[in-house]
T-cell receptor, first 112, second 114 residues
Framework: DSGVTQTPKHLITATGQRVTLRCSPR?????VYWYQQSLDQGLQFLIQ???????AKGNILERFSAQQFPDLHSELNLSSLELGDSALYFC???????????FGSGTRLTVV | AQSVTQPDIHITVSEGASLELRCNYS??????LFWYVQSPGQGLQLLLK??????LVQGIKGFEAEFKRSQSSFNLRKPSVHWSDAAEYFC????????????FGGGTRVLVKP
């Protein structure tokens, strides 16, 4: 157990639907990062939050959004889902000084 | 912008043989470098990291990596591979100026022959 908790582990949904992925960071970590892993694109950085505020944005589609709550857990919202959004979505966390991520075990999203 | 290249998509190695995985990075300043391992269906686990200092870094599971600034490389090595080392390995580069964002290479899948 890495200490980063992601739920759900698996999600199957239809095109056009909206889903929410949840991440609880390791205790004491203020930063949360979201990555998408697919066969054709590899590991792509989506977005980072630090202590509730957006810190950096990567290749995140406009249909996707995220937030970090006061208790530091984060949610990634994916809407108007397309077949191509099927992927593993990872959350990682880090603290301010211990540079280097701790990853969760991921959420496998399948869009049918 | 930072980038990472892992030239080998697949590597097959016999159990007990040595392993070297290549990683080349592009970054304008001194990078922070990482190696992660991902077993099937699992998340990524940090093997080792380089921030500064000694260019030979020791990690978990018997892995080590060497930072060579002149070659922009950070290759991962293990002297004797075990069947449990079969996994996908990712090299990553980061910079504190980029908000600690890590950029990952495409990964190298390691197969271990008995």
């Amino acid at each position: 157990d890495s200490g980063v908790t992601q739920t759900p582990k698996h999600l199957i949904t239809a095109t056009g639907q909206r889903v929410t992925l949840r991440c609880s960071p390791r205790s004491g970590d203020l930063s949360v990062y979201w990555y998408q892993q697919s066969l054709d694109q590899g590991l792509q950085f989506l977005i980072q939050y630090y202590n509730g505020e957006e810190r950096a944005k990567g290749n995140i589609l406009e249909r996707f959004s995220a937030q970090q709550f006061p208790d530091l857990h984060s949610e990634l919202n994916l809407s108007s889902l397309e077949l191509g959004d099927s992927a593993l979505y990872f959350c990682a966390s880090s603290d301010r000084d211990n540079y280097g991520y701790t990853f969760g075990s991921g959420t496998r999203l399948t869009v049918v | 912008a930072q980038s990472v290249t892992q030239p080998d998509i697949h590597i097959t190695v016999s159990e007990g043989a040595s392993l070297e995985l290549r990683c080349n990075y592009s970054y304008g300043a001194t990078p922070y470098l990482f190696w992660y391992v991902q077993s099937p269906g699992q998340g990524l686990q940090l093997l080792l990291k380089y921030f500064s200092g000694d260019t030979l870094v020791q990690g978990i599971k018997g892995f080590e990596a060497e930072f060579k600034r002149s070659q922009s490389s950070f290759n991962l090595r293990k002297p004797s591979v075990h069947w449990s080392d079969a996994a996908e390995y990712f090299c990553a580069v980061g910079a504190r100026a980029a908000g600690n964002k890590l950029t990952f290479g495409g990964g190298t899948r390691v197969l271990v022959k008995p």
